[in-house]
């Protein structure tokens, strides 16, 4: 047994699991606008289009597959428009008061 594994380190909760920095910062707020974020997810759509086009090539032009490459051109397009709408939002930008709060009062 290496000294490692008897040994919490950094990387680990407290239960001696290793944590995943990337899966943590995704789940972080403000995430979506980190560029290795955004890359990831480019590729992954880019992916899904390449499959799409292998489809549509070897279905010989299925008017499904050709509604899913819409579909899909339309939910990257959508991912990208949102992005770039929460890059405009100033970082120290106040959120709303909490309803709730106000009602005690």
């Known amino acids: 047994m290496s000294a490692n594994s008897q040994h919490p380190t950094q990387g680990t909760d407290p239960d001696g699991v290793e944590s995943n920095d990337f899966v943590s ?31 549509a090539i070897l279905t010989k032009g299925n008017p499904h597959i050709f509604v899913l490459i819409a579909i899909e051109g339309c939910l990257w397009a959508s991912v990208k428009w ?7 939002v100033p970082p120290n930008a106040s959120e709303p008061e909490d309803i709730t709060k106000e009602k005690r009062d």
């Open 25 to 55: 910062n995704i789940l972080a707020p403000g995430s979506s606008l980190h560029p290795t974020f955004q890359l990831l997810l480019d590729l992954a759509f880019a992916m899904l289009l390449c499959v799409f086009i292998a489809l």
């Open 82 to 88: 949102v992005v770039r709408e929460l890059q405009k």
